[in-house]
């Protein structure tokens, strides 16, 4: 069996014992977290929050991309966020990698064609953990779609130790 299959036959258990679909569609917490698509983060668990009370955006390295700031936006101007964790994480792949590398993998995996519609993107690795999370909270600081008084926090979750240490 397909582990997509397994994943839903584990849904079927799941939804049997779920009660707590009345949940309002705001957040309880009214905070947005952008962060990392990595397995190993249990964004809800790590920041003592439970299911309803905060927005959970994830994409690779937790970066702030033009879709993120869409989801923000929706987050921030419909459904009333007040404050934004830009939560990145020590060991991750965004920092093995360089856009360059990735282009040249997608080129022997795919082709040249792919290769050539990969080179328009920036897949934003990094090799500064701490400088990663001050650029993208900057980006949001200044962004003119985020308004000046929501506030933009930053911080790097230890996939060793569970620890959120803030970032400054």
Not at 123 to 134: A, H, I
């Amino acid at each position: 069996m397909s582990e997509v299959k397994k994943l839903f036959e584990a849904n079927r258990t799941y939804a049997s014992q779920f009660s707590q679909g009345q949940l309002p569609i705001p957040p309880a917490r009214k905070v947005a977290v952008l962060t990392c698509m990595d397995a190993r983060i249990d964004p809800l668990r790590a920041l003592g929050a439970n299911l309803g009370d905060i927005h959970v955006i994830r994409n690779a390295g937790g970066r702030v991309t033009e879709d993120a700031i869409r989801s923000l936006v929706i987050s921030e101007q419909l459904l009333g966020t007040q404050e934004i964790l830009v939560l990145h994480h020590t060991d991750c792949g965004m920092l093995t990698f360089r856009n360059e590398d990735l282009y040249d993998k997608i080129s022997q995996r795919l082709g040249p064609d792919s290769a050539k519609a990969a080179s328009n993107i920036d897949f934003l690795p990094f090799t500064d953990l701490e400088q990663s999370v001050r650029d993208d909270v900057e980006t949001l600081r200044n962004s003119p779609l985020i308004p000046s008084d929501v506030l933009v926090y930053g911080a790097i979750y230890d996939v060793h130790t569970g620890e959120v240490i803030p970032v400054s």
